[in-house]
């Protein structure tokens, strides 16, 4: 394995490929490798259409899809590193299908005309308005 901050492009002397949970924590969509390990584990990413070990070497060109909370993403691997770096050198690292890019964005635009008529209360519930929040909660209390 490579030591050096990314892989060469054309496949080089290490053509062998890099570990999926690896690369996506580098690419930077999860926080930690044993996060990304339980996301692969769990069925949330596929490579190629078929779901993946972790341990799956990825190479550039591959297509993987993720799911991560309520967004979905259809990307193309276009790099492979396997340090951590800032944003914008993840970012380089794959490319988002257009058609994801607008269904996350169209999804998130839903999300929050949703919370549009959610006003956040002035201040915290004293002791009698909780009991009230409880027993309206325990049908049996009242």
Known sequence: MITGQEKPADGGADAGGLRL???????????????????????KVEVAGQRAKPSRMLRIGDEVRLSR????????VLGLSDQRGPASVAQALYRESEASRQQREAAAALRRAERTGYQAPLSKPDKRARRLIQALGDIDAL
Do not use: M, P
């Open 69 to 76: 909370a309520q967004e979905r993403y259809d990307i193309t």
């Open 21 to 43: 949970d690896v690369w996506l924590w580098a690419a930077r969509f999860y926080k930690t490798r044993s996060l990304a390990k339980q996301a692969i584990a769990t069925g």
